[in-house]
Every structure is written in structure tokens, then in C-alpha cells.
């Protein structure tokens, strides 16, 4: 869901970029800017706006619209995604340790070598809603591709004034997508107090998000990106069901990397060579093997979403819906999502939380189970 070229090593960004395009799935390049090896493998890019302009910005770190351009131009960069926040860290910008920062990183990011790389905690253009869009329509008529923003949410009573300002400016101004993260977001570099305890986790909200759009008709306009710790095929399904169009993730392919949550993200001693520029390190990560490994979790989790789908009895799971899903309570009686958040939103007597983890399924007797049913619907477990 956007892990840059800096953070992770040259020989896990292609991996993931050589799994990525085996598998059919986009890559987002993070933060970081747009390297060769996001390029070399060939998968679809996602292109990340990140807080300090990495990749596109001048030599006094403001936004270039002509670099903007340039990115564009590259035909595999699909669409552009402006970060205003990340689930492990909210409300926090970032820092790369000057240890990592090679001269090959330097140049991609535009600043010096061996110098920590420091994110602001927000984009200096964007103080409020207006901005925001403002910002997101300004990148778009430059490039002329897609644009989207990605978020944690911390309280979502915002959501319909974001909304009305929409549709009082024109739909054509609405963002094309929206990239949702969950308080539980994993990294192994940001501050333990803000990844468990600032912001809110994706099963709450991802409903808020979506009931916004459809109150004020915008959900067919703007695309729903579930993002956050949605690692197994179940909770790539209960986010399917809740109203999300896609789902990404991160940590998913980590752990297809060999990612054994060291946490040395940041000291560049990472054991595995996912996280790390120590050549030595590196060496244990095998290109080829890990693409393969990509590939083939990207396939198995499609697959067993539309397994999912299938047994619902539906054609594909972006036809899944609240009601084919059932959350159980910790008095152990299953109440359906439909249910679960109408009386959510009423703010009255709510199941626990409890086995959300583990959502149920409500299976269809004459349900076309059929394996070879459309598998690249669009539930691809995006790099």
C-alpha cells in the first residue's frame, strides 16, 4: 500500500515490482519518489505525493509541475496518490536515518546524501478541505491521470462537509479515489504510542467512509482503497462487503518478502535484507524467489477471495455486500454487517468487537462455486 524505495532495499523493490507485474497487481512507490527498479519490473505504478515532494519536487523542495509531467509521461505511472497520513504514524511526519540515505537515494529524492530525509507531519498547501481538493484537482489538470488522496481517519464528523463541498463545487472536482488506512498500520520505525493508540483501525472506518459517500451520491464517483493490516482473504472480503472497491496492503507482502518483523526497519540492519542497504544483508533476498513468492500470494488471495464471493452466491466479489457478512459478539451470537452498523449508526446497544478478526460468511446452497469464475475481478491485493 506504498513502501518506498529507501525504506525497504533495491532488491525488495523489485521483487515486488517483478511479483507485482506477474501477478497483475499495481505498485505504489511510497513516499520516497519513483525509482528505475519500481520501473524495471514492469507493474502498474502508483505514484505517491508524499509530505516533502519526493520525486517531484525542486531544489527548495516545493511541489515541480514540471517533474510532475515527467512522471506522468512514463507510461506505466497509472495514477498519482497524495499522502496525508499513514496508519502507524498519524498526525507525524518521517524520517529516514541519514545512514540509509546512499547517493543513489539522494538523487531520487532530491536531497543530500547521508542527511536525514524528514517529512513534515502535513503538505504546506493543504490547511483544510478546500485546499485539499484545490490540490488534488491542480495535480490532476497536470498530469491529466487519476488522483486520489490516502488517509487515516481520527474522527470522520468531517466527512459531510468534505462531501458537501463536492458536490457544491461540481463532482468533477471530487478526488477519484480515496485510500483508507487503518490505526493499525504497521511499520517497524514509527513511535509505538501513535501505532496503538492515535487513530482509528479500518473496522470502523471504513463503514463511516463509505455511508458518507453514499449519503451525499458520491460513492460510484470516488473509489474506496481499503488499506491497513487486511492481510487474509477473509478481511480482503469483509472489506468488500463493508463498501471498499479495492483493498492493498503492505504488510502482506512483507511477510511474502521473508519479513520476520525485526524491527530494525530503521537501524539498516535488517536480518532479511528488506530493509536494509548493507550489500552483505541483502544477499538474502533472492530476487527471483521473492518476485515468485509475490506473484503467488497476490493469486492466492484473489482466489480465495472469489472463493469467498462464489460460496455467497455471487458472480465476483466487488458484488459482495454487507449483508453476505457476520460479525460475532462476544455473547457468541452473529449479527450481519447490514445490521451491525444501522444500529451503529443509531449509536444504541452494539455487539463487541470481539472475533472481528474473523468475520463470517453467510454461504449460498445454489451458490456457482465454480474455480475458474472470474478471478481478476477487482480485488487484487495490490502491492
Known sequence: SGMSYGAISKPAVLALSNGARMAGVWMNTGEG????????????IVFQIGTAKYGCRDDT????????????????????????SQGAKPGKGGILPGAKVTAEIAHIRGIP????????????EIKNIPDLLDFISHVREVTGKPVGFKLVLGVYDWLDDFCKEINARGIENAPDFITLDSADGGTGAAPMPLIDYVGLPIWESLPMLCDALERHKLKS?????????????????WALCVGADFVSSARGYMFALGCIQALQCNKNTCPTGVTTHNKR?????????????????????????????????????????????????SDGISVSLTDYYARWRAMSDLPSRNGMDRPRFNADANADTDANADANADTDANA
Not at 33 to 44: I, K, R, T, V, Y
Not at 221 to 237: F, H, M, Q, W, Y
Not at 292 to 314: F, L, N, P, Q
Open 113 to 124: 546524501e547521508g542527511a536525514d530525509s524528514i517529512s513534515p507531519n502535513r503538505h504546506a
Open 221 to 237: 464517483r470516488i473509489r474506496v482503497n481499503a488499506s491497513g493490516k487486511l492481510i487474509t482473504p477473509a478481511e480482503v472480503a
Open 281 to 329: 544483508l541483502q544477499r538474502g533476498l533472492d530476487v527471483t524467489d521473492k518476485a515468485e513468492r509475490v506473484k503467488r500470494y497476490a493469486e492466492r488471495v484473489t482466489y480465495e477471495v472469489c472463493m469467498i464471493a462464489h460460496s455467497c452466491g455471487v458472480a465476483e466479489p466487488r458484488k459482495l455486500k454487507r449483508d453476505h457478512a457476520r460479525i460475532m459478539g
Open 61 to 84: 523542495g516545493v511541489m515541480s509541475d514540471e517533474k510532475l509531467r515527467e512522471i506522468a509521461a512514463l507510461p506505466q505511472v497509472k495514477m498519482f496518490e497524495v499522502k496525508l
Open 33 to 44: 519518489g519513483l525509482s528505475p527498479f519500481h520501473l524495471e519490473g514492469g507493474a502498474d
